[in-house]
């Protein structure tokens, strides 16, 4: 693993990869290379954000993305990040990464996120029916420095604050305390075994009650309501609010551009026909990407319908689609979300993804950074899709308990106790795939880490509000075109 301090875009891409070798060195030695990279590239550096006059045009770097989605529905893209300033960061993890690139680094790779964003950590089910929370979007995966995603987190916490209209110091207070969270269960987890780290999750019901002490009688109402609602997201639900009955058939409903059944993309009969055929058969090999007795069970399902949705903010324009299956009858449904994965924003500054197929590498890092994945985890490749052109794909349920936080209503006190969480579930992810016992002695006992950190997420928000007016005047201007949902 190549251990690097500050990374410049004249520098070029510098390739990460996981080091396997780490097993191979004792704990003091793995302690000396975190105590060395602490010696090369100080904890009070990571405060610093200076791009330089160089830096690309964040709304160009945007138009890049644009030329490789749906074309109908970018407009879209644009308006929802157009929302409000976090809503633009939500979908400009390209611009940041792009950031991220000339800041210091320590060289230490982790299988990253790669936009570890509030919104984008929450609850879902495991396949033993226990609720737990995680990261859980893994679009932009890739292995890369884990300072960058600790980084991504602490800039989101200051530009919620501001949205929910939180002092400087009350901004400050909860970034400290989110990536001191990180620091302290990192150090924790340097000191546990392989498998202890391995076991290691968030099980919601220990989650609440190890926030009671700190939460107020109405943040945990609240969190208890978050977790009953969390319980009710699964198929069943989606079949109530998304399908209606034809000829006796359950169909998915048309609420364009956000849900269009495959009979009104492709209305001729042939086309229609053998694009099902099509997903079918797709489905089928995809199968070959599960364990075993995943594979028996989806194969006891059948293929009823197809639909493209939209989804998230930064997704919006990748090609998504919902596949509704029944398994007993038709009130044993399934919902399958197929996702289009295309090149993680991190790898023209992390080098290319070890795997061909984009939708394997969102799956591997996600079996590798999530204590629980969805038991129909898999990938595809449609060789031909709509457009005629090759696409990489990742499989899911639709729903299965996933609930994300809406973070825009919190007060600083609730925000600090979610971004401790996010803080210790981050730290637990990057402590699977790096070398943690290097990472938690370049930390250290102090909070020098997090006083940078918190710093640089200050000075990110600061650029996050230029970027995100100069979203509004090319929207102004009609250099882009965007649209609102509804």
């Keep these: 693993m190549t251990v690097g301090m500050t990374r410049t875009r004249a520098q070029g891409v510098r390739r990460y990869e996981l080091d396997s070798g780490i097993g191979h060195l004792t704990p003091a030695e ?3 290379r975190g105590k060395e990279a602490r010696a090369r590239v100080p904890r009070g550096s990571h405060a610093v954000f200076d791009p330089g006059a160089g830096r690309p045009d964040p709304i160009s770097l945007l138009e890049e993305q644009a030329a490789t989605r749906v074309p109908e529905l970018v407009p879209l893209r644009y308006g929802r ?3 409000s300033p976090f809503a633009y960061y939500r979908g400009a993890a390209l611009p940041m990464a792009s950031d991220l690139s000339t800041t210091t680094v320590t060289g230490l790779a982790v299988q990253a996120c790669g936009d570890a964003h509030l919104s984008n950590f929450g609850m879902f089910g495991s396949a033993e029916r226990n609720l737990v929370f995680d990261v ?5 995966t890739l292995p890369g420095p884990w300072e960058w995603d600790v980084k991504r987190l602490a800039a989101s916490i200051d530009i919620a604050g501001r949205e929910n209209g939180f002092s400087k110091k009350h901004r400050r207070k909860v970034g400290t305390a989110t990536v001191g969270s990180y620091r302290r269960a990192m150090r924790q987890f340097a000191k546990m075994t392989n ?3 391995w076991y290691a999750r968030a099980d919601m019901e220990q989650v609440r009650a190890e926030l009671a002490s700190q939460a107020t009688a109405r943040q945990e109402k609240t969190i208890r309501k978050d977790m009953r609602k969390a319980r009710t997201r699964d198929s069943t639900q989606e079949l109530a609010k998304l399908t209606r009955m034809v000829h006796g058939d359950p169909r998915i409903m048309s609420d364009p551009p956000l849900l269009v059944p495959l009979a009104e993309l492709l209305p001729q009969e042939a086309e229609r026909s053998a694009m099902q055929a099509q997903v079918v058969d797709l489905v089928a090999n995809y199968r070959g990407t599960l364990p075993s007795d995943r594979s028996y069970l989806l194969e006891q399902f059948q293929v009823d319908d197809i639909a493209r949705k939209v989804v998230g903010v930064g997704s919006v324009g990748t090609r998504s689609w919902v596949v509704l299956l029944h398994g007993r009858d038709e009130s044993d449904p399934l919902f399958l979300q197929v996702k289009e994965a295309q090149e993680s924003v991190l790898s023209r500054f992390c080098g290319a993804s070890r795997y061909a197929n984009q939708g394997q590498r969102v799956v591997a890092g996600q079996r ?6 969805d038991i129909f985890l898999g990938w595809l490749r449609a060789e031909v899709g709509l457009d005629g ?3 990489d794909f990742y499989v899911r349920q639709l729903r299965d308990w996933k609930f994300s936080v809406d973070v825009t209503g919190f007060a600083p006190r609730g925000m600090r106790i979610y971004g401790e969480v996010c803080g210790w579930a981050l730290a637990r992810a990057h402590a699977r795939s790096g070398d943690r016992i290097a990472i938690a002695s370049y930390l250290g006992r102090s909070d020098a880490f997090e006083r940078a950190v918190t710093e640089f997420g200050a000075l990110y928000a600061d650029q996050n509000e230029r970027d995100y007016a100069a979203l509004a005047e090319a929207i102004d201007s009609g ?6 949902d509804g």
């Design 81 to 83: 990040m157009s929302v």
């Design 368 to 373: 590798l950074m999530q204590a629980a994945g």
């Design 389 to 391: 052109q090759q696409r």
């Design 30 to 32: 793995r302690a000396a």
């Design 195 to 197: 498998l202890q780290v």
């Design 479 to 484: 250099r882009v075109t965007a649209e609102r």
């Design 136 to 140: 859980n979007d893994f679009d932009e």
